[in-house]
């Protein structure tokens, strides 16, 4: 888990906790509280009930402990191994009053995740023997894009930036507004210079002549193809001839991925990766 996900996970984590239990006056699990005595101890297992790759294992145990430091946390898999029907992910003892309030809280987050790094490894796997590297984007649900970044590189991905605060990349609005690649690289390295700021410079460009205006503006650590067809994006890449590193996005689904990457661009960005996923299934039961 990188060190720079963990604020942002323990403020989803705590925003999850108040989402489901409340704060202030008349806040708890009163269904649990009503039914269960608070020293009543017991023990929970995850079970898997569909094939996939698990994620957020690690998670679930900073969220049951964040409830509940009592709680004990037995790992039986690891994040990013392949999972069958039937297989026990965990278990975890202690109050039943606290597994309980935790229940619904890791399940949303694990079969949201298992499912992104599902999706990423079945792109991963198209990508298989070639250099190119499969990136998320920021595509993500608000508040939750922390654990699609780590689903996405349980899956076997890598990570593209967090936000707008840790790279610079240019876009079509950018440029447009700034008027043009030229006004816009000049603005960034002003910026950069001003603020005492050394971030990595992304551009967009949307044509082959854009990519040359780029390097005549005093280039990029990187140049993305948008919405380039797999022959412009061959003949970018030879322009771009290894002075910076490459990358395709916009529209490119798994039927034709491999094609993109045959091309010998660096990386392919791929949206669908976090925002057309569909969960696995698993469940937090009694033992």
Do not use: W
């Amino acid at each position: 888990m990188k060190p720079e996900y963990l604020p942002f996970l323990d403020t989803l984590i705590d925003a999850a906790i108040a989402e489901d239990i409340g704060s202030g006056p008349g806040a708890g699990d009163h269904t649990s509280l009503s039914t269960i005595p608070a020293d009543k101890r017991g023990r929970m297992r995850l079970l898997c009930k569909q094939e996939g790759v698990i994620a957020g294992i690690e998670v679930a145990q900073r969220v049951f402990l964040r409830l509940d430091p009592t709680i004990t946390f037995e790992q039986c898999l690891k994040d990013g191994d392949r999972v069958k029907i039937g297989d026990v992910a965990f278990y975890v003892e202690g109050r039943l009053v606290s597994l309980l309030q935790s229940e619904r809280i890791v399940l949303n987050i694990m079969q949201r995740m298992s499912g992104v790094a599902t999706q990423t490894a079945v792109y991963v796997e198209r990508l298989k023997g070639l250099h190119t590297r499969l990136l998320d984007t920021r595509k993500t649900t608000p508040g939750m894009r922390v654990l699609d970044k780590m689903a996405v590189e349980i899956g076997g991905g890598v990570n593209h930036r967090i936000g707008l605060f840790d790279m610079i990349l240019l876009k079509d609005n950018h440029i447009d507004f700034a008027g043009g690649i030229a006004k816009a690289l000049d603005g960034v390295h002003k910026y950069l210079k001003e603020n005492n700021l050394q971030l990595p410079i992304e551009v967009e460009v949307r044509s082959l002549e854009d990519i040359d205006e780029v390097f005549s503006a005093g280039g990029a650590d990187r140049i993305m193809f948008d919405n380039f067809s797999v022959e412009e994006t061959r003949e970018a890449v030879r322009r771009v001839a290894g002075r910076c590193e490459t990358e395709s996005s916009g529209g490119i689904a798994l039927d034709t991925l491999r094609a993109y990457a045959e091309t010998g661009v660096d990386f392919i960005s791929v949206g669908a990766l976090t925002h057309q996923i569909k969960s696995l299934d698993m469940s937090l039961k009694a033992v």
